[in-house]
């Protein structure tokens, strides 16, 4: 399996940032994959997941500011960010397991295949 995140960057707050997982290799029929960021000194967390069948879930401090969605011709997740906060400011990865069940997990553990992340920073 293979993930490359793109699409980091630099930007001011309240700027808007999309990046993109180009992900290939694996062949789950169903499946969760998702963004996680970590923070210099702080533990990987679950920003945004979703299900092969469309359904999403975010974590609550960027609700209504970020999108996940997944173009499945292109096998590309997308992450819509809006609204950055200077609190935004983290290393970005992708990751995707096989899943059989409903609702996709945020803990970073449960994911077994990751991107190499893309920097993102929001000065004020």
């Known amino acids: 399996v293979r993930l490359v995140e793109s699409g980091g960057g630099s930007v001011q707050a309240g700027g808007s940032l999309r990046l993109s997982c180009a992900a290939s290799g694996y062949t789950y029929s169903t499946y969760c994959m998702g963004w996680f960021r970590q923070a210099p000194g702080k533990e990987r967390e679950g920003v945004a997941v979703i299900h092969s069948d469309g359904r999403t879930r975010y974590t609550d401090s960027v609700k209504g500011r970020f999108t996940i969605s997944q173009d499945n011709a292109k096998n590309t997740l997308y992450l819509q960010m809006n609204s950055l906060k200077t609190e935004d400011t983290a290393m970005y990865y992708c990751?995707?397991?096989?899943?059989?069940?409903?609702?996709?997990?945020?803990?970073?553990?449960?994911?077994?295949?990751w991107g190499q992340g893309t920097q993102v920073t929001v000065s004020s």
């Open positions: 990751a995707v397991r096989g899943w059989s069940g409903a609702i996709c997990p945020t803990y970073s553990l449960l994911y077994n295949y």
